[in-house]
């Protein structure tokens, strides 16, 4: 059998929502994307944070950025395979809450580990290699950011925003290097690993598939 979009694996019913269930939806997996923040809010007031809260912080937040980055990467595999083509809804506005747990994540970085000493900021990038590419990461990560609204869509044109947004092919790899090195000095290599395999298994399908589709299309005649 043939991978690519002609595979739907998931029921009819629930190929075929109503817009109405698809929004309600799009709130819950909003929703359900809040959930890690109200927990280290929750915890914040009522001290359970730990004996390490900063520590404690930074690894929450820089987690469920490295979660949704990848769930927002695996929405066109997942809509491909299943044939949920609702799932593209859900892919930006997962995306954006990845961005703000990015953010979250740099600005414990900037304001609780350095006080905004610019100096002492800017000596940790260039020193350590996996702040710098973390770094990266979160500025490659902006213009997708500023451009994810429906009037950047028309004023880009699809053709370049689309291109654009394929950065996050090169955001997503990079999180997970950030990751993995921070990882690798305390010697836990397990859960990078896994992150290393799930994105890159991805990124090979998706060219999988472009080159499938590319060869498909070659020697069509062309119409004028």
Not at 47 to 61: K, R, V
Not at 144 to 166: C, D, E, F, P
Not at 193 to 209: E, N
Request: charged share 15%.
């Amino acid at each position: 059998m043939k991978i690519g979009s002609g595979m739907q694996l998931a029921p009819a019913a629930l190929r075929n929502l109503k817009p109405r269930s698809v929004t309600g939806l799009w709130w819950l997996f909003l929703v359900l994307a809040f959930v890690p923040l109200v927990r280290l809010v929750v915890l914040g007031f009522t001290g359970g944070l730990g004996a390490n809260p900063l520590e404690f912080i930074t690894h929450s937040t820089g987690d469920w950025t490295l979660y949704l980055f990848c769930i927002t990467l695996a929405v066109t595999p997942l809509r491909k395979i299943t044939g949920l083509n609702w799932l593209v809804r859900m892919r930006r506005m997962l995306g954006l809450m990845a961005f703000l747990y990015l953010c979250l994540h740099f600005t414990t970085f900037v304001w609780f580990d350095h006080f905004f000493d610019l100096g002492e900021i800017w000596k940790d990038i260039v020193k350590r290699p996996f702040i710098t590419v973390g770094v990266l990461a979160l500025l490659l990560s902006i213009p997708l950011a500023i451009t994810s609204t429906n009037g950047m869509v028309r004023r880009l044109g699809g053709k370049r925003w689309q291109a654009l947004h394929r950065l996050v092919y090169v955001i997503v790899p990079l999180g997970v290097l950030h990751y993995w090195w921070d990882k690798a000095g305390k010697n836990l290599i397990a859960q990078p690993l896994l992150f290393a395999v799930l994105v890159g298994v991805m990124l090979a399908v998706r060219l999988l598939w472009r080159r499938s589709g590319a060869s498909s299309t070659a020697g069509k005649p062309v119409r004028r």
